[in-house]
T-cell receptor
Framework: EDKVVQSPLSLVVHEGDTVTLNCSYE??????LLWYKQEKKAPTFLFML????IEKKSGRLSSILDKKELFSILNITATQTGDSAIYLC?????????????FGKGTLLTVNP | DGGITQSPKYLFRKEGQNVTLSCEQN?????MYWYRQDPGQGLRLIYY???????QKGDIAEGYSVSREKKESFPLTVTSAQKNPTAFYLC??????????????FGAGSRLTVL
């Protein structure tokens, strides 16, 4: 069964800390891995990763994919209270004639002042 | 501005009633999706459609139905056959590519509560 596992499921840190969120996957015919941030309602896109070893970076957030070990990490440096959210990892894989997107359960990050 | 509009934002219904959630997009995206989100469960795919007049079941389609008569619209009906319908429902859309590397754009969601 194809699956996406995120860890930890929840995390509480103080402002200024650095956090690392993990996403491992077991899918056949992998195509891409995506990270989303969900603060209240609509998840917003952060990164899409398709190649191993190439870091994607946006401000204090960065992410990298390891296709050999089947995982990705999302790093957030100098965390702020505005980083508090659910972080979702999703993997696209091909299933027959269609592409499917499977989400992990998410990591709930709480950043305290 | 382009985006996805879901309505209503909040909905209450009695057991045994069908309810339809609306999803409209003006992004000119080919593919549209419905997800259900429960606490601690992440997002689970209900139905998806890659082209008008065609749709496929996702992982938890039982008790739900959809239609895709127009490119812009992908309504979801939660039927009385759905045993546990109280949840947060998210609609999304994407450009259909041949590579499978599709970025989904999400609506703001509809929260359904069954009384």
């Amino acid at each position: 069964e194809d699956k996406v596992v995120q860890s930890p499921l929840s995390l509480v840190v103080h402002e200024g800390d650095t956090v690392t969120l993990n996403c491992s996957y077991e899918v056949t015919n992998f195509r891409s891995l995506l990270w989303y941030k969900q603060e209240k309602k609509a998840p917003t896109f952060l990164f899409m990763l398709t190649s191993s070893g190439i870091e994607k970076k946006s401000g204090r957030l960065s992410s990298i994919l390891d296709k050999k070990e089947l995982f990705s990490i999302l790093n957030i440096t100098a965390t702020q209270t505005g980083d508090s959210a659910i972080y979702l990892c999703a993997v696209t894989f091909s299933g027959g004639s269609n592409y499917k997107l499977t989400f992990g359960k998410g990591t709930l990050l709480t950043v305290n002042p | 501005d382009g985006g996805i509009t879901q309505s209503p934002k909040y909905l209450f219904r009695k057991e045994g009633q069908n309810v339809t959630l609306s999803c409209e997009q003006n992004l000119n995206h080919d593919a549209m999706y419905w997800y259900r989100q429960d606490p601690g469960q992440g997002l689970r795919l209900i139905y998806y459609s890659q082209i008008v007049n065609d749709f496929q079941k996702g992982d938890i389609a039982e008790g739900y139905s959809v239609s895709r008569e127009k490119k812009e619209s992908f309504p979801l009906t939660v039927t009385s056959a759905q045993k546990n319908p109280t949840a947060f429902y998210l609609c999304a859309s994407s450009i259909r590519t041949g590579s499978g590397a599709n970025v989904l754009t999400f609506g703001a969601g509809s929260r359904l509560t069954v009384l």
